[in-house]
């Protein structure tokens, strides 16, 4: 499998009111062509702003540095006008998390997703009719029943379900080989959710897209991801095929995470002892050791290297015995 | 249809507000008791004269009866004779209302061509130093005197450049056209000598009213642009590929907008204030000048109908634009 | 105190502080301050117009009168008009908009219906109106500008009471048992504090404004009053030649209007924290 997004070890900054938050740190990530990848943390742990850093909306006053930041194997960090670069490098699809909040409520959805289409490569020189007939289509793409009459309609006039529907083909209709789809499904109610997700998954296969998905649900991972990336505030801790992963996780965070996820018949779900750590002073070394029960005196000081197999690579001391150790 | 009870609901008001105005400011002018039978009938007339004047302009009634009298003659269309020119002060109102409306458009239009991209860069550019220095000019906009901004510019470019005429609103007669408003009549016959006399009277007027009309369009524009500049779709956009130019004046753009139209009926209040007194500065023919005139005069006929007239015309601006807001937010209709 | 120190924080509020402090000052030792204070009243026909110089900063007028010296007097009035009629407006306007936003239906919507017959016209129509019935004295134009102000105020008052009834603390105040009038002043009243003054402060500013004008127009006191807006009128019959006579009192009215507004725009920085809120907006917004 190609390789299509490396993020190496690159750190996000943002000023805030107590001094500097520290909120990516010496992050990785890869995403490979057509590849369907989990980001799965607890809230604030940094996946919004991995997903902004990809998809080049980082807020003005955020400082970006690292090793590398590469999207199809060229390298766009350094040099200055990276978010420029960023958005050049090849059209990326955004399906945010609040679609309501996506979308102008002064303009018809089938006129904002025009605009789209108007300033995408795939598509620019369509004419009036012709795109409207690429923007209906892809609307009944994405299982919207009557597009030609949602598209008249506008953003307060259409259900979060249906937003969320729209936000995909207008994702779509830019051609893109990577869509970063930032918790879709969390404003949603959980029927819906499963619908949204499965059809992600099938157009993300259907199109050869590979999708960035950013969620708290393990559950939501499991289902439609080939691979899962765990992160740990700002600190990426165990990146793993899902079958691997779920069958046995290395990571003891992410150990503890799994074993934190509701199960039929279990009765009430053990929650991690501790705190999220604060950002601006974050603990050295490995950010989870003032909770971890399998911390070493080295955990303090050092951060983990990364260490195990492609199919399922932990950054820890001492990590979980692997499966077939077990 | 929300639309339709909007307006229906407003217009329910109207009448009454009218004819509050029209107690009140027949209350205002009988505040001290004046005669105006004596003025009119003039210095030599006798004791009986001015009796049967009075008597003839209904002036003996009781003042409750006069009022009465007074609303429904104007509900018949009827504002009275102005006690000094004896001409009726609804033909003065409908002959003086182009130059005022022409005088007040243009400054509109300039107030708005000016504020609106002025205020997209300034929001754009915060605290830069174009933000700066159009801070400093919109609040002298704001505080500068109208009359004294007039006469400035006269003295700058009518006195000292000779560049446009003191005074005025025409060097000869005005052309000859439907309209009323010189600029469309004069383009209409093909007379450019005069249409660029007629442009030249108005340059100073219109400048000094459209400055604080564009101080006021460009805060709120500036304030809004910001405050959507804000919002998720700015960076939705922006990473979808959508160039940020269109982004800003197409998408933004039209939001702070709606949040400056509420405030163009403040605009236009000011814009008729600062009329009354920039006509009277520029000896401009319009209802501004009627209205100082008849006033210093006592002419209460004419502050009357003056009076009323503003109030018609504020009421169906501010019923505009209400209908124009929920017209602009698709969510209102 | 605490709120001054904050105002005085903001750059540009402290500068219309210092202005406006100034210029208050002036107006008060005018008679101490002024080189000739004897010209608010008497001519001297042999120093008609002069220019700018060391000895008269400003020029001279028609009169002969000293400009400085007579816009320090003239200040005492423009100040003294301004603080009078808000203040009057203010005590009109702000219980009616109390009650009426209080009690908002037949009573509070009559007073609104009120408010909004002054409303429907230019505040300046209104009160030229009552100032040339009253003729040109200078209680006549604060009772004008007070008698066509307040209605603002109700409205402003109106809408806030409105909208603070729906707060937890009022309705727990209510619910208590606490009198409406009790509620009004004690609850409500500190709530809207902060865009009353900030509109006082703009209120000032229009007011001087306005207050010019009727002067401009012959309707403020009577000459030899070293009222604003008359000077600049009687100072245009010179024009271009004395130049500096209309100049003069023009431009203390701007810097004057301008220190009000520069203060309230200070003092809405300060005390809305709503907007402070939307300034911070930008980039706040992760999610
Ligand atoms: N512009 C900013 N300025 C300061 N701090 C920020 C900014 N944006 C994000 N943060 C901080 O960065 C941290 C990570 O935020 P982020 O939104 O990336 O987390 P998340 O994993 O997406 O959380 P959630 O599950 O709640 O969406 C949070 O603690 C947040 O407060
Ligand atoms: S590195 Fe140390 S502290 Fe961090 S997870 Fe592994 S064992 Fe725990
Ligand atoms: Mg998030």
């Known amino acids: 499998m190609t390789e299509l997004v490396r993020v190496r070890d690159v750190s996000v900054d943002f000023p805030s009111p107590g001094g500097t938050a520290k909120v990516l740190d010496r992050v990785n990530l890869a995403i490979g062509e057509g590849e369907i990848v989990g980001l799965v943390g607890e809230s604030g742990c940094g996946k919004t702003t991995l997903a902004r850093l990809i998809l080049g909306v980082l807020p003005k006053e955020a400082a970006v540095r690292g090793e590398a930041l590469s999207f199809a194997g060229r390298n766009v960090l350094g040099g200055g006008a990276e978010e420029a670069r960023v958005r050049g490098a090849f059209p990326i699809g955004f399906v945010p998390q609040e679609p309501r909040a996506a979308l102008s409520p002064l303009f018809p959805i089938g006129a904002q997703a025009r605009e789209i289409l108007r300033w995408s490569l795939a598509a620019r020189r369509l004419r009036g009719g012709e795109a409207r007939r690429r923007i209906a289509e892809m609307f009944a793409r994405v299982q919207l029943p009557d597009p030609h009459a949602i598209m008249r309609r506008y953003p307060h006039e259409v259900s979060g379900g249906q937003l969320q529907r729209v936000l995909i083909a207008m994702a779509l209709l830019r051609e893109p080989r990577l869509v970063v789809a930032d918790e879709p499904t969390t404003a949603l109610d959980v029927t819906i959710q499963a619908q949204i997700l499965t059809l992600l998954r099938r157009l993300a296969r259907e199109q050869r897209v590979a999708v960035l998905f950013t969620t708290h649900d393990l559950g939501a991972a499991w289902e439609i991801c080939d691979r899962i990336t765990v992160m740990y505030s700002g600190q990426d801790a165990e990146s793993a095929a899902v079958e691997t992963f779920f069958a046995r996780p290395r990571h003891p965070y992410a150990g503890l995470l799994l074993g934190s996820m509701p199960q039929p018949g279990a009765g009430l779900p053990r929650s991690i002892a501790g705190a999220v750590p604060n950002l601006v002073t974050p603990p050295p070394g490995c950010r989870f050791h003032p909770r971890c029960p399998r911390a070493l005196p080295a955990c303090g000081t050092q951060r983990p290297p990364a260490t195990g197999s492609t199919t399922q690579s932990v950054r820890c001391h001492n990590p979980l015995p692997e499966r077939d150790a077990a | 249809m929300r639309l339709l009870g909007l307006i229906a609901r407003r217009l329910v008001w109207v009448p009454a507000t009218l004819i509050g105005l029209v107690v009140l400011v027949f209350v205002i002018s009988h505040l001290v008791p004046s005669d105006p039978a004596r003025i009119l009938a003039g210095e030599n007339a006798t004791t009986a004269q001015v009796a049967a004047l009075r008597h003839k302009m209904g002036l003996d009634q009781p003042l409750p009866v006069q009022l009465l009298r007074y609303v429904i003659d104007v509900a018949r269309g009827n504002m009275g004779v102005s006690l000094y020119t004896q001409t009726p002060v609804a033909g003065e109102i409908w002959r003086r209302l182009p130059a005022t409306m022409e005088l007040a458009f243009y400054a509109m239009l300039l107030a708005v061509l000016l504020g609106v991209p002025l205020g997209v860069v300034a929001a754009l550019r915060r605290n830069s130093w174009f933000d700066h220095v159009l801070r400093v000019v919109t609040v002298s906009g704001l505080a500068i005197a109208a009359f004294w901004f007039a006469i400035l510019l006269q003295l700058l470019f009518s006195m000292w450049l000779n560049l446009t005429p003191v005074q005025g609103r025409i060097s000869d007669f005005g052309p000859s056209g439907v309209t009323g408003f010189y600029t469309i009549d004069a383009a209409i016959s093909g007379n450019w000598s005069t249409e660029l006399d007629v442009l030249r009277h108005l340059a100073l007027p219109v400048i000094t009213l459209a400055f604080p009309a564009m101080a006021t369009i460009v805060r709120f524009t500036r304030a809004g642009v910001i405050g959507t500049l804000g919002s998720f779709f700015v960076d939705y956009q922006r990473a979808m590929g959508v160039p940020w130019r269109v982004t800003v004046w197409r998408y933004v753009l039209r939001s702070a907008l709606t949040g400056t139209l509420t405030q163009i009926g403040l605009v236009f209040g000011n814009l008729l204030a600062g009329a009354v007194v920039v006509e009277a500065v520029f000896d401009w023919p319009g209802l501004g000048q009627f209205a100082v005139n008849s006033i210093l005069q006592s002419d209460y006929n004419a502050i009357l109908g003056f009076t009323i007239y503003v109030g018609v015309m504020f009421i169906v601006v501010n019923l505009l634009i209400d209908v124009g807001q929920v017209l602009l937010d698709p969510r209102g209709r | ?287």
């Not at chain 3, 003054?197 to 012959?218: D, M, P, Y």
């Open chain 3, 1 to 287: 105190m605490k709120l001054l120190g904050r105002i005085a924080r903001d750059r540009v509020a402290l500068a219309g502080l210092i202005v406006l402090a100034v210029i208050v000052l002036a107006a008060i030792f005018a008679p101490v301050l002024a080189p000739y204070p004897l010209d608010v009243n008497t001519y001297h026909t042999a120093q008609r117009l002069l220019p700018p110089s060391a000895a008269h900063w400003f020029g001279t007028d028609q009169m002969g009168g000293d400009i400085f010296s007579r816009l320090l007097f003239g200040a005492r009035i423009t100040l003294i008009t301004a603080v009078i009629a808000v203040a009057v407006s203010v005590a009109i306007g702000v219980p009616i908009g109390l009650v009426g936003g209080y009690w908002p239906g037949f009573a509070g919507d009559g007073l609104m219906r009120v408010s909004d017959v002054f409303l429907a016209v230019p505040q300046i129509v209104l009160a030229m109106a009552i100032a040339a019935t009253l003729g040109p004295q200078i209680q006549n134009v604060i009772l004008a500008l007070s008698l066509t102000y307040w209605p603002f105020w109700a409205r402003l008052v109106y809408a806030e009471t409105r909208n603070a009834k729906n707060e937890i603390y009022v309705e727990a105040a209510v619910a208590l048992g606490v009198p409406p009038w009790r509620v009004m002043v004690l609850h409500i009243l500190p709530a809207i504090a902060p865009s009353l003054i900030i509109r006082t402060s703009i209120g000032l500013g229009g007011t001087i404004l306005v207050a010019s004008a009727l002067g401009f127009l012959g309707l403020g006191p009577p000459p030899p009053s070293p009222e604003w807006g008359r000077m600049i009128a009687d100072a245009r019959a010179f024009l271009p030649g004395a130049w500096w006579d209309a100049a003069a009192p023009g431009i203390a009215i701007l810097v004057l209007v301008m220190a009000f507004n520069l203060i309230g725009d200070g003092l809405r920085d300060v005390l809305d924290p709503k907007l402070r809120g939307q300034a911070a907006a930008k980039g706040g917004a992760v999610d």
